[in-house]
């Protein structure tokens, strides 16, 4: 086989073999196959597309490359995963509550990249929380108390972990084709049984329409069946950051609260269709308004408050900053953005403001940076609220004060106002 004529056919939009995807994802994750040379076949695959059979052979290809984890001791696994957004909290969110009814949660998740967060990096914002455990120290939490949330490990689907890097460097990451195969690669590698994905959709997301986003969750729910792991996409709204924080610890703070129940609309929502989906795939109940009111009273028992204590404190963790959030420190500089304008917020564009936020310090630009913790942004008001001439809409936080000036000019780009109220967007936009 040679990675000359499968660059060369990919050119000519034809088709790759299952042994040919297969040998250039083994010679890629071994280093016989460069970097530049998969660089030409990743543009290829990204202009010209691949077929549906193509996809599952990547996917299973890459699942492959490395450790395939069986959890089917811990009974019905099932794995949450978003397609990446702007204040998205829903996994540290949801878990804890799926876990207090009784759902097993064993769950590896990413860290940030670009404008997007990653809950691995969020959960290392409380002091001590150790996200890289041992496989069996994983699966012995989750026998132990029902829950662990972990970073995926270095043999999880390694050659995605390549790929992924490659596709951020040769600006190759929007690609239906290669987003659903680096998504369900891990998904299978690391072993659940079921799969509830969120796709979100709009401007922070990767797919920024909903025919685009439909056409995502189609094939990654086509590829789970294949993989006879039954798999439900809820595509959700992206157009403004979820909830009301964006930034590591802001989002702690902002999770601690929501797990006793207090909750924007919006991340109340996405919490309680993603997680009536995941306890009917666990087989604990078919009825998705009965699942929603479970959910409910779950937060009004504090169990899934009082799970995440749990967790924290079996992940090494210090729990009593989860009691006393106070505690959890904010960066010290902060400035407050405002409009000259009066009127309802029309627009709160996500992949700004996550681009702000990693600005003041909140995520990477780059693998290798280190991210400030306590840096990020606070939105005091959401689309749709009315605000005074001068009034808070927001405020940002860093510990870097040469940035503080432009990131808030940047903020007062993201945010427009308008005269007439806007119509409210649907956060759920198809269940697939
Ligand atoms: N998340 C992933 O894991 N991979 C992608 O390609 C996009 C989002």
Redesign the pocket.
């Known amino acids: 086989m040679n990675i000359l004529e499968m660059i060369a056919k990919k050119q000519k939009k034809q088709e790759l073999t299952k042994e040919e995807i297969e040998y250039f994802i083994e010679g890629y994750t071994k280093e016989s196959i460069p970097d530049y040379q998969v660089a030409g076949l990743v543009m290829a695959i990204y202009i010209n597309g691949m077929s549906m059979e193509e996809t599952t052979n990547l996917t299973l290809a890459m699942a492959n490359s490395g450790e395939v984890l069986d959890l089917t001791e811990l009974g019905i696994v099932v794995d949450k995963h978003s397609?990446?957004g702007v204040g998205d909290k829903i996994t540290l969110i949801l878990m804890p509550i799926m876990s207090a009814l009784g759902v097993p949660v064993a769950k590896m998740s990413?860290r940030g990249l670009g404008f997007t967060g990653g809950t691995a990096d969020k959960l290392e914002a409380i002091p001590g929380y150790q996200t890289n455990l041992s496989i069996e120290k994983f699966k012995q939490n989750v026998k132990e108390i029902g829950i662990s949330l972990i970073t995926q490990t270095g043999n999880l689907a390694p050659a995605?972990k390549k790929l992924?890097a490659l596709?951020d460097a040769i600006s190759c990451?929007d690609s239906i084709p290669?987003?659903a195969s680096?998504?369900m690669s891990?998904k299978i590698a690391s072993g659940a049984s079921k799969i509830v994905l969120d796709v979100t959709c709009g401007n922070g997301a990767?797919m920024k329409t909903k025919e685009e986003a439909v056409e995502l969750a189609k094939v990654m729910k086509q590829i789970g069946n294949l993989a006879g792991k039954e798999t439900v996409c809820i595509i959700t709204n992206m157009e403004e950051p979820l909830g009301y924080s964006v930034g590591n610890t802001l989002e702690i703070i902002e999770t601690l609260e929501a797990l006793k129940g207090n909750m924007l609309p919006d991340v109340k929502e996405v919490v309680l269709t993603l997680g009536s989906y995941i306890l009917k795939l666990a087989g604990k109940g078919d009825n998705i308004e009965e699942n929603k009111a479970k959910i409910e009273m779950c937060l009004l028992s504090n169990l899934a408050y009082e799970k995440f204590i749990e967790l924290v404190e079996k992940q090494e963790g210090d729990a009593s900053y989860c009691r006393h959030p106070n505690q959890l420190k904010k960066a010290e500089k902060f400035v407050y953005v405002t409009k000259q304008e009066e009127g309802y917020i029309k627009e709160m564009r996500a992949e700004l403001i996550g681009k702000v936020a990693c600005y003041l310090g909140a995520g990477r630009t780059k693998k290798e940076d280190s991210i400030d913790m306590t840096a990020g942004v606070i939105l005091n008001k959401k689309v749709g609220d009315y605000v005074e001439k001068g009034e808070v809409i927001a405020t940002l936080y860093t510990n870097d004060i040469t940035k503080i000036e432009e990131a808030r000019k940047r903020m007062e780009e993201a945010i427009k106002i308008t005269e007439e109220k806007p119509k409210k967007e649907k956060m759920i936009l198809e269940i697939i």
């Open positions: 397609t990446g990413g995605d992924y596709r990451t290669l987003i680096s998504i891990k990767f």
